[in-house]
């Protein structure tokens, strides 16, 4: 079946950069990153292929969740530059063709946010119903998303007598989604952001946003109808990325029930997490079987897939031993792990600096299904720094060149040390050299920018004969790609059926060669350990026979 791609589903095929204003360039010299670095480095951004900057919170804020505690929605928070500051890094943005989302952080404010001070002066404070309030404690989760800091999610305000919720930290209330008033603020909020240029936001803890609507205001999932709605009569290209942790069945109806209609995008936890326990097995079976229970997203939706990203690396969707399995793999001291449920590390880390095993990992996740999102630094082999406190171990500052490059001034946020200190991982050393995980990435993002089908077009999970091999083609406009990757430490040769493509050849995209598809029997491909090929189908040329004439 031939399929239409058209700009106005950019985000189909767009490569997604998350970044922290705060770590990622300090223009000022104050040691904290700002908009004013961050435009300094566009063009970096644009060199690496970079096509949707996704903003992590940059708003004022109490700074006691790393910016998650907003305490102003409609400005930028002093540290880290000022409004014409943003504008400028936008126009920039813009120039260099790259589309800016940042992060919708409305299921809570800050404990310090003027509405929430409003709202606690009273039982009848006019903001009081902008929040949830209880009497009594109410109903607990099973388990809350901080064990190693909340035992609850209610907490008692002495002032009013009364109990207020809190999904997250106790400094942090949860809005009151099924108030019309404040679902119309957070329209505001949405038109404001976008009249300055913005062309969507990442919708953070999707579930936690719609789950206190009030019955009395109908169905939860009309707060994210309402304002997809909303920012489609706006700008008509915007888009909603969710976070959405939750299995297949209960995720689907975030997209709208089949019809496209709430979320532009969700982040496949499912095969996320399976992606890292068949990394940590050598074996291609349980991504294999995500991937085959993943439903089909609504026409004009997508998946977002992602192997690390700005919080902790969650593995809630295993089963305790296959949770344990990736913990003696890639984290096996107890630092490493974090709420029994995740690992606060990045990959370098995980695959001991295994250059090899980095470049496979991210082949493999380009290669799949879907719109990439990588995490700044990332491709440059970024590594943690164990010593900071929880999720912020993995929120280190960006590294330029051998004496860091990211501030004149001290870093506010330490920086990794060891081997993985800026002296040996930088942006520019890896700029002269060929081989480096960051030219890597340019070239992955160059093929996969050239293959669409990779991430709208048909796919099929192919056998390939051997259990550390995954396989699969994708077919979009007539055209098809083969990708196969070796997870396992030892050199194998993949056998894989292509049917239709008897006596066509498959030309790779990632290194010179070409290989023919056999009249019959599988296709042989040759892999080193932790090898990876990408592979265009096109037909053989024949031979051009001699059509010449004789002159009369």
Not at 49 to 56: D, Q
Not at 114 to 135: H, I, N, Q, S, T
């Amino acid at each position: 079946m031939r399929m239409t791609y058209t700009s106005d589903l950019w985000w189909k095929n767009a490569v997604v950069y998350c970044l922290d204003v705060e770590t990622f360039k300090d223009g000022d010299g104050d040691g904290v990153g700002d908009f004013r670095g961050l435009t300094q480095e566009i063009d970096y951004l644009a060199d690496l292929g970079v096509t949707c900057l996704w903003l992590m919170p940059f708003y004022p804020t109490a700074n006691r969740d790393d910016g998650y505690d907003v305490t102003d929605f409609y400005s930028v928070d002093p540290r880290l530059g000022t409004l014409g500051d943003f504008v400028e890094f936008m126009r920039t943005a813009h120039d260099r063709g790259m589309r800016v989302i940042a992060d919708l952080v409305v299921n809570h404010t800050s404990d310090r946010h003027p509405w929430f001070l409003e709202a606690r002066k009273g039982k009848d404070a006019p903001m009081r119903d902008w929040f949830v309030w209880k009497d009594e404690p109410g109903p607990e989760p099973e388990q809350v998303v901080f064990p190693d800091q909340e035992n609850s999610v209610w907490e008692r305000d002495d002032r009013s007598g009364q109990y207020y919720l809190h999904s997250f930290y106790k400094h942090q209330p949860d809005l009151n989604m099924g108030n019309p008033e404040v679902r119309d603020e957070i329209s505001r909020i949405l038109g404001f952001w976008m009249e300055l240029g913005l062309a969507g936001f990442r919708v953070d803890a999707v579930p936690f946003l719609i789950e206190n609507v009030s019955p009395r205001l109908g169905e939860p999932h009309e707060v994210l109808s309402g304002l997809r709605a909303f920012m489609t009569r706006r700008k008509g290209n915007s888009v909603l990325l969710g976070e959405v942790n939750l299995p297949y069945k209960e995720l689907v109806s975030y997209f709208g029930d089949g019809l496209g209609d709430e979320l532009t995008m969700c982040f496949d936890f499912t095969v996320m997490q399976r992606a890292w326990l068949s990394l940590a097995r050598q074996e291609a079976a349980p991504l294999i079987a995500a991937l085959r229970e993943r439903p089909d997203a609504p026409k004009d939706a997508q998946w977002a897939t992602f192997l690390r990203n700005h919080d902790e690396l969650t593995l809630d969707q295993l089963s305790d031993e296959e949770r344990q399995e990736v913990f003696r793999a890639f984290g096996p001291e107890e630092r490493m792990q974090i709420f029994g449920r995740g690992l606060r590390r990045r990959m370098p880390g995980m695959f001991d600096g295994d250059l090899r095993r980095m470049k496979l990992a991210y082949s493999l996740m380009f290669s799949l299904p879907g719109t990439p999102v990588i995490f700044y630094g990332e491709e440059i082999g970024l590594g943690e720094n164990l010593d900071v406190e929880g999720r912020m171990a993995v929120r280190t500052p960006m590294q330029w060149s051998k004496d860091g490059g990211f501030s004149p001034a001290e870093p506010v946020r330490p920086m990794p040390g060891g081997r993985f200190g800026p002296e040996h991982v930088n942006v520019e050393d890896q700029k002269r050299d060929t081989d480096s995980l960051l030219r890597w990435f340019q070239l992955l993002i160059e093929r996969y920018r050239e293959c669409p089908e990779l991430a709208w077009g048909e796919y099929e999970l192919l056998d390939a004969g051997h259990p550390a091999v995954h396989a699969h083609r994708s077919d979009a406009g007539g055209a098809t790609v083969v990708a196969v990757h070796n997870l396992g430490d030892e050199a194998v040769e993949a056998e894989v059926e292509l049917d239709g493509l008897a006596g066509s050849l498959l030309t790779d995209l990632l290194v010179d060669g070409t290989v023919e598809v056999p009249e019959s029997g599988p296709v042989r491909l040759p892999l080193d350990p932790y090898g990876t090929r990408w592979l265009r189908v096109s037909a053989r040329e024949r031979p051009v026979e001699d059509v010449s004439v004789k002159a009369r």
